[in-house]
């Protein structure tokens, strides 16, 4: 039976997690949950799966809420979810909380050596340059559950000889906006941005999926987690979302992952640690399959130089992209930026600064604070 922390329990992935460990009880059990504010929510997890811990990122809750009956003690400070994480009969680390927030929690388990299971693109791209170091010196196993990565995953054969990989192919749905020109892009709206075609997912994500940063951010995660250049990694566009990515391989063979668009099949996947795991899924109907393939919509352009930019330079390039693309995301929601001026923040907070080197947790956390501070001057020069 594997113990399992799982972070972000109340977002969409945690949602999906517990489908995945409710179908398979006597294999995994619950040891802890961790989240961000969203007691009722908690509340139904824990009275479902009664984990030993539970940890509130929050620190303003409702000490009233009836949680708090059944777990008096609920972790909140950074002290106590490391001490958490470190417990030695922890087996698993799911990191899904959303954005940068969640660097701390994968950080934590990597130090620790655990198996993590990464949702958290963001912690990889701003932080790869220390994560993936350490990770080798503790030992400690990054499983991904980014359906690409996970797809990539699968796709490798175990005894990864990268010499054999001629290249690596992430498929994008290319979201909602996949048709539009980059002039159009200037009359969407957030609801329109928040209706992706294929996939249900958490709100930033969904926006990302919009931009088409959230391929950015894809393409530095795989460039980190299977160490390959940048120049071997293509993007294309995959409206139907079957084809999750694909691996070339230098003697003309690719292999594909394929399933219908559902979190459920990379987590299980990357929860079967020994064998694989069955869960309930709608299998792919074969005879009525359309697959079609596509570039990268015209006018996106920029933006994945800028992420080609962070691959070959690394540093302190990929938490100022993170962060750029997190403040303006945040101010598009809030309807204080337009949809393009999604692109403007972000490349002109990146052009801001040099790449420098980053040699501890705390300088990403210094160029993360900066690249804020030059994200939020860009959106007030916009108005
Ligand atoms: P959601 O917004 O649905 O959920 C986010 C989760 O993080 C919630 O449980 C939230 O808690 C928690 N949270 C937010 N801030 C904090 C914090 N400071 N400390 C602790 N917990 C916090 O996001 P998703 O589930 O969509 O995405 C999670 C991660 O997985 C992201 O990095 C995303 O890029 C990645 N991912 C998601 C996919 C998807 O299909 N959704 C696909 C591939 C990757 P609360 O709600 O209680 O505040
Ligand atoms: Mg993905």
Same mark, same amino acid.
């Given at each position: 039976?594997?113990?399992i922390v ?18 398979n009880k006597k294999?995994?059990?619950l ?10 929510k908690?509340q139904?997890?824990a ?6 811990h539970i940890f509130v ?5 409702d000490?009233?809420?009836d949680?708090l009956?059944s777990?008096p003690?609920?972790?909140?400070t950074?002290?106590e979810?490391?001490?958490l994480i470190q417990d030695?009969c922890?087996?698993?680390v799911?990191?899904?909380?959303s954005g940068f927030?969640?660097?701390?929690a994968?950080?934590?388990?990597i130090d ?6 990464i949702?958290n693109k963001e912690s990889?791209?701003?932080a790869g340059d220390i994560?993936?170091?350490?990770a ?7 499983i991904?559950?980014d359906?690409e ?7 490798l054969p175990?005894?990864?000889n ?7 192919i ?7 906006f ?11 709206t ?5 209706n ?6 958490g709100t930033k994500i969904?926006?990302?999926s919009?931009?088409?940063v959230?391929k950015?951010?894809e393409l530095?995660?795989?460039?980190? #987690?299977?160490q @390959?250049? !940048?120049s071997q ?9 079957? =084809?999750? /990515?694909?691996v070339t391989?230098?003697d003309?063979?690719?292999?594909a992952?394929?399933?219908n668009?559902n979190m ?6 990357a929860?079967?640690?020994d064998?694989r795991l069955s869960?309930d899924?709608?299998?792919i109907n074969f005879s009525?399959?359309?697959l079609s393939f ?9 933006i994945?130089e800028?992420a080609r930019?962070?691959c070959?330079?690394?540093?302190s390039?990929g ?6 693309n ?5 101010a598009?929601?809030?309807k204080k930026?337009?949809f393009i001026?999604?692109?403007k923040?972000i490349?002109?907070?990146f052009e ?8 501890? #947790?705390?300088? @990403?956390? !210094?160029y993360?604070k900066q690249?804020r501070?030059?994200?939020?001057k860009? =959106?007030? /020069?916009l108005h």
């Amino acid at each position: 039976m594997k113990k399992i922390v799982l972070l972000g329990a109340t977002g969409s992935i945690g949602d999906s997690c517990l489908n995945v460990i409710r179908q398979n009880k006597k294999h995994f059990h619950l040891f802890a949950i961790g989240l961000g504010a969203n007691l009722d929510k908690a509340q139904k997890i824990a009275k479902e799966f009664n984990p030993e811990h539970i940890f509130v990122a929050e620190s303003n809750i409702d000490k009233s809420h009836d949680l708090l009956q059944s777990y008096p003690n609920i972790l909140n400070t950074e002290d106590e979810l490391q001490e958490l994480i470190q417990d030695p009969c922890v087996d698993i680390v799911i990191s899904a909380i959303s954005g940068f927030a969640g660097l701390k929690a994968s950080y934590f388990a990597i130090d620790a050596g655990k198996t993590i299971l990464i949702a958290n693109k963001e912690s990889i791209v701003a932080a790869g340059d220390i994560l993936m170091p350490l990770a080798k010196i503790k030992n400690s196993e990054i499983i991904p559950v980014d359906s690409e990565h996970n797809a990539i995953h699968q796709c490798l054969p175990l005894q990864r000889n990268l010499n054999e990989i001629s290249k690596i192919i992430i498929t994008a749905s290319g979201g909602p906006f996949r048709k539009k020109t980059f002039k159009d892009l200037s009359s969407v709206t957030l609801e329109d941005a928040l209706n992706h075609p294929t996939w249900n997912m958490g709100t930033k994500i969904t926006i990302d999926s919009a931009t088409l940063v959230n391929k950015c951010l894809e393409l530095i995660e795989a460039h980190y #987690l299977f160490q @390959i250049p !940048e120049s071997q990694i293509e993007i294309v566009v995959h409206p139907q979302s079957i =084809i999750h /990515s694909m691996v070339t391989f230098i003697d003309g063979s690719s292999i594909a992952q394929m399933s219908n668009p559902n979190m459920e099949v990379p987590i299980a996947n990357a929860l079967s640690l020994d064998e694989r795991l069955s869960i309930d899924f709608e299998g792919i109907n074969f005879s009525e399959l359309n697959l079609s393939f596509e570039s990268i919509p015209d006018g996106r352009e920029i933006i994945f130089e800028m992420a080609r930019e962070v691959c070959k330079k690394k540093g302190s390039l990929g938490v100022i992209f993170n962060a750029s693309n997190e403040i303006a995301v945040e101010a598009f929601i809030n309807k204080k930026i337009n949809f393009i001026d999604i692109y403007k923040v972000i490349q002109r907070t990146f052009e801001h600064f040099q790449c420098s080197k980053v040699s501890t #947790l705390e300088d @990403i956390f !210094e160029y993360d604070k900066q690249a804020r501070i030059q994200a939020e001057k860009v =959106i007030k /020069s916009l108005h």
